[in-house]
């Protein structure tokens, strides 16, 4: 399809328990990479892949967040016992190639509680 | 590390007014990219730039990129209540294995009073 589907949509957790974030990239998209959309609109780069390939994972908080892509299947973001300032929206966006624009999912709006 | 400024922060104009935002780098880029994001909603690609100087235009939306790659602008002539949404510039970030990660400029909110 043409569109990066991300579910859920929304995602309530408490402190200390475990969410799993699902992204299908656009058929044919190389690169899958997932942000951190924080209140004041920042976006806080975690993890890109190339395929299955990690390809950067220097956004992420290692102890706690874990990332996969595999063949066919889709790409998931794990975060270990969540905390408070979790609490934002997860973007994960899909490219054709490199350095060139990103078409973004609807993002899964995580809150802990 | 790099950094990504956007001013301003917040716009807000009478519908037919123009609009600008601007986009400054602390680094030379290799292209610059905007994505426009409306309330509740997720970033949307507008446009890439990618030499110096270039400018391109989207109907009432014109992009620029600064002749040093720095820096770059997006106008919005005669604004509607369509145009409402938050703008985001990005750039590649900086670094040997940036591998297609940007870095995002804080964005500029943009409000259209009928």
């Known amino acids: 399809g043409e569109e990066v589907a991300q579910t859920p949509k929304h995602l309530v957790r408490g402190e200390g328990q475990k969410a799993k974030l699902y992204c299908a990239p656009i058929?044919?998209?190389?690169?899958v990479f997932w942000y951190q959309q924080v209140l004041k609109n920042e976006f806080k780069f975690l993890i890109s892949?190339?395929?299955?390939?990690?390809?950067?994972e220097t956004g992420m908080p290692k102890e706690r967040f874990s990332a996969k892509c595999l063949p066919n299947s889709p790409c998931s973001l794990e975060i270990q016992a969540t905390k408070l300032e979790d609490s934002a929206v997860y973007f994960c966006?899909?490219?054709?190639?490199?350095?060139?624009?990103?078409?973004f999912g609807s993002g899964t709006r995580l809150t802990v509680v | 590390g790099q950094q990504v400024m956007q001013i301003p922060q917040y716009q807000h104009v009478q519908e037919g007014e123009d609009f600008t935002t601007y986009c400054n780098s602390s680094?030379?880029?290799?292209?610059i990219q905007w994505y426009k994001q409306r309330p509740g909603g997720h970033p949307v690609f507008l446009i890439q730039?990618?030499?110096?100087?270039e400018v391109k235009k989207q109907k009432r939306l014109t992009f620029q990129f600064g002749e040093a790659k720095k820096n770059s602008s997006l106008h919005i002539t005669a604004t509607q209540t369509t145009d409402v949404g938050t703008y985001f510039c990005?750039?590649?970030?900086?670094?040997?294995?940036?591998?297609?990660?940007?870095?995002f400029g804080q964005g500029t909110i943009l409000t259209v009073h009928p």
């Open positions: 966006a899909s490219s054709q190639q490199q350095n060139y624009g990103y078409t």
């Open positions: 058929k044919g998209h190389s690169y």
């Open positions: 892949f190339q395929n299955e390939n990690v390809f950067d």
């Open positions: 680094t030379t880029l290799s292209n």
């Open positions: 730039l990618v030499k110096s100087g």
């Open positions: 990005a750039g590649p970030s900086a670094g040997g294995t940036s591998y297609g990660k940007l870095t």
